[in-house]
């Protein structure tokens, strides 16, 4: 199993970034899709949770209605949409797979939020 994450990086308060996790080593549309946040000093907390179907889906309060996660079971890819980032927002963004009763961690990509 492997999971990459790409497309964090520098934004304004205010702005958006969409990051996006691609996945392989395991039937990716059978198994549903988590991202996680962890800020420093913080500990690791979740963001958002898709099911296989995208028919199930669940935010952290503290994102909702500003963070979108998705998924494009075609191209093996999860993507989080985020919004109107905060500077709360930074942090280093994880994409996560449990399969076969083990999780799977992608290596990161960092979310800086700051003017």
């Known amino acids: 199993v492997q999971l990459v994450e790409s497309g964090g990086g520098l934004v304004q308060p205010g702005g958006s970034l969409r990051l996006s996790c691609a996945a392989s080593?395991?039937?990716?549309?059978?198994?549903?899709m988590r991202w996680h946040r962890q800020a420093p000093g913080k500990e690791r907390e979740l963001v958002a949770v898709?099911?296989?179907?995208?028919?199930?889906?669940t935010y952290a309060d503290s994102v909702k209605g500003r963070f979108t996660i998705s998924r494009d079971n075609a191209k093996n890819t999860v993507y989080l949409q985020m919004n109107s980032l905060k500077p709360e927002d930074t942090a280093v963004y994880y994409c996560?797979?449990?399969?076969?009763?083990?999780?799977?961690w992608g290596q990161g990509t960092q979310v800086t939020v700051s003017s």
């Open positions: 898709v099911n296989s179907g995208s028919d199930t889906i």
């Open positions: 996560n797979a449990i399969v076969r009763l083990r999780r799977y």
């Open positions: 080593g395991f039937t990716f549309s059978s198994y549903g």
